[in-house]
């Protein structure tokens, strides 16, 4: 994730959208995980995003969830660097999960594999994409849903 993303206070969006892009290769296992990963991450920086509890007929009381959707999309994964960058320069928030978050469990392994690479360098397995609705839009448009 870029220095001015990682710091990045969460602002309230007009016509928000978030889209989480996946490697198209991955196993669906891989492809779950990745997509799980930064769904999770997404919630924690944007919280405006979940919407009220939900109450059914009997008074149980069920978390909020996004009110919007997520879409999950495919792209190649050759494509995720560049989608990356330009939706940074799109004014999106982005979470990146870098290839090497999928080769241990280890958490700090993770963050020492990716500290031996510049941006130019990395790869990634999934993105999730946040900001206003059109332009989030324009930069997924040519991309299917994750199947």
């Known amino acids: ?19 989480i892009v996946v490697d198209r290769a991955l196993p669906v ?5 990745a997509a799980a990963v930064l769904a999770l991450t997404v919630g924690q920086r944007h919280p405006g995003l979940v919407g009220a509890p939900l109450v059914d007929a009997s008074g149980g009381v069920h978390p ?15 494509g995720l660097a560049a989608l990356r960058e ?16 999928q080769q241990t469990t280890d958490y700090q392994a993770f ?7 510049p941006t130019s360098a990395l790869g ?6 946040v900001g206003e609705k059109k332009p ?3 930069l997924v448009a040519n991309l299917g849903l994750l199947k």
């Open 1 to 19: 994730m870029s220095e001015a993303n990682s710091s990045r206070e969460a602002v309230p969006l007009v016509a928000p959208r978030c889209v």
């Open 86 to 101: 330009r939706a940074l320069a799109a004014g999106c928030d982005v979470v990146d999960f870098a290839v090497q978050g």
């Open 124 to 129: 990634y397995v999934g993105l999730a994409l």
């Open 64 to 78: 909020g969830l996004i009110p919007y959707g997520i879409a999950v999309l495919a792209a190649e994964a050759d």
């Open 136 to 138: 989030v839009g324009k």
């Open 111 to 117: 963050r020492d594999a990716v500290a031996l690479l």
């Open 29 to 33: 296992g891989r492809a779950a995980n």
